[in-house]
């Protein structure tokens, strides 16, 4: 039968390996410490992303709907003064309009309904 192997550990040797197994563990938090940051930083550019995307569409919308209220405002057999005046009247009351976000969550009660373009 043969011998159990006997298993010595010197100082010398206990020391590096207590020292490769710290630093292996603190290899191990750091990397899963920049794993998570990478993660949530790749998180808040897609929410970035899609907000900057959001208001470029919500930009496009109220310049089409200026560009309406232009169109609108100009056409007829209006004075220039006279159409100057309505269109500035139309723009305020666009400006008065609460926003349709805060209408569905309750954050503003609708006053009036007011006409934008009449």
């Known amino acids: 039968m043969p011998t159990r192997a006997s298993f010595e550990l010197k100082p010398d040797a206990a020391v590096a390996l207590l020292a490769f197994f710290t630093i292996a563990i603190l290899i191990v938090v750091v990397v899963?410490?920049?794993h998570a940051a990478i993660a949530k930083i790749l998180v808040q550019e897609r929410q970035t992303d899609l907000l900057?995307?959001?208001l470029q569409h919500r930009t496009s919308n109220l310049l089409t709907v200026i560009q309406s209220i232009a169109h609108r405002s100009l056409s007829g057999d209006l004075s220039l003064?006279?159409?100057r005046e309505v269109f500035d009247a139309r723009l305020q009351a666009l400006a008065?309009?609460?926003r349709a976000d805060e209408l569905q969550h309750?954050?503003?009660q609708?006053?009036?309904n007011r006409q934008i373009g009449a």
């Open 32 to 34: 899963g410490s920049l």
């Open 52 to 54: 900057s995307k959001e």
């Open 81 to 83: 003064a006279q159409a």
């Open 96 to 98: 008065r309009t609460p």
């Open 106 to 108: 309750g954050r503003d």
């Open 110 to 112: 609708p006053g009036e």
